[in-house]
């Protein structure tokens, strides 16, 4: 299975028009994707005030989770949903009907229906739509002969009617963001297995805001105690480490193809938040050790074999709760993946998930710093 997350940075960085009805273009470009939590990851019955940095999703337990930042310990722990939030699409298609249509019926990935309310803001109505929920993301949309397919086509082919299907192209990690009404980036706690949101504006803070907003109408308050709330959210230190690669390439000129990642990997330069920075070399026969002298707090690592080089890469890949990448999902990191199954590394030995675009970690958060400085939003 790929893998498909929303981080904390990416949440953020989002242009103003990626919102939850507004992705649709976007999300139908590329394939739903399933993510497998690492093993190796803590889920504590009871944590302290932690940063929402990450929402997944667990194929294996075909649950929802979320990766959540501890700043004393400096780690990653993980929440399983526990409201059994399934994926769904929405139709203007009743039950009864949709019951009359054998292919939808018979989609092992349909679980059932349920009738909901929503509020037509265009028409100022409310109005009664059908919850088409399912068992997996992929059986919505992603994959050949989805629901979000069927529907239209089997109403037109059966019933001699057009049926319009909604929320149908969001990806499921921001579905679940939406409903669950999560703000990543916020602290919150785990309290007897529950997720909490922790209160980080004082009650006598909060009601000074409303006095001095007092006149004002109750929808424009809502909004000046969520913003509140965000602005007044005290800012952890991360503790991170910045990873970059130098691949060996017969053409000067040419740049090494990531996902062939035909050449070895020849250095490796880690600089973390809390440490000595280390550069990882290969040694490669007919190469003498140079002898210009490293800033102060660089330390020079040698390895006889790249299988041996990656091996270290991934114990640093495996302690740091962030890794900050220039265009890692492009090339570092989807190289390393690449290469690291040439040299023969199971795929559960490699502490990264290769989804459709991006690469994730196993533990930690990856941020990709290339496309994080693209958003339009952070270059005004």
Not at 53 to 69: E, M, Q, T
Not at 154 to 180: M, N, P, S, T
Not at 275 to 302: C, F, I, N, T, W
Request: glycine share 6%; with cysteine; proline share 7%.
């Amino acid at each position: 299975m790929t893998l498909r997350e929303t981080t904390l940075i990416e949440y953020m960085t989002k242009t103003e028009k990626e919102t939850k009805t507004q992705v649709k273009t976007q999300e139908e470009r590329e394939t739903e994707t399933i993510p497998i939590t690492p093993p190796q990851t803590e889920t504590p019955r009871n944590l302290p005030d932690s940063y929402l940095v990450s929402v997944g999703y667990d194929g294996s337990s075909g649950r929802a989770y979320l990766k959540l930042y501890e700043p004393r310990s400096q780690r990653i722990y993980i929440w399983y949903d526990d409201t059994g939030h399934k994926p769904y699409c929405l139709t203007d298609l009743t039950p009864e009907e949709l019951k009359q249509l054998p292919q939808l019926m018979a989609h092992p990935g349909l679980e059932g229906f349920e009738v909901v309310e929503k509020y037509d803001s265009l028409r100022d109505r409310t109005i009664k739509l059908t919850k088409v929920i399912a068992k997996d993301p992929l059986a919505i949309g992603g994959r050949r002969g989805a629901i979000r397919e069927l529907i239209p086509r089997e109403a037109q082919d059966v019933l001699g009617k057009q049926a319009r299907v909604w929320e149908a192209a969001i990806r499921y990690h921001h579905c679940y963001i939406f409903d669950r009404n999560l703000a990543p980036g916020m602290l919150y706690r785990i309290v007897d297995g529950k997720l909490v949101q922790s209160e980080v504006v004082p009650e006598e803070r909060l009601e000074e805001i409303r006095k001095l907003m007092a006149g004002e109408p109750e929808e424009y308050l809502k909004y000046v105690e969520m913003w509140a709330k965000l602005l007044e959210s005290p800012a952890p230190e991360f503790r991170r480490v910045a990873l970059d690669i130098e691949v060996f390439t017969p053409v000067a000129t040419r740049v090494p193809d990531a996902r062939e990642a035909e050449h070895p990997i020849i250095a490796v330069a880690l600089v973390p938040s809390d440490g000595e920075s280390r550069v990882l070399l290969l040694r490669r026969q007919g190469m003498k050790e140079g002898d210009e002298p490293l800033p102060e707090g660089v330390k020079l690592e040698y390895y006889d074999s790249e299988h041996e080089l990656l091996e270290a890469v991934f114990r640093v890949l495996r302690e740091y709760p962030f890794v900050i990448t220039f265009n890692g999902d492009n090339f570092d990191l989807c190289y390393i993946w690449h290469r690291a199954l040439k040299l023969g590394f199971k795929r559960e030995e490699i502490p990264i998930r290769a989804g459709k675009d991006t690469y994730l970690l196993s533990y930690g958060i990856h941020i990709d710093l290339y496309k994080l400085f693209h958003n339009r939003a952070l270059q005004i």
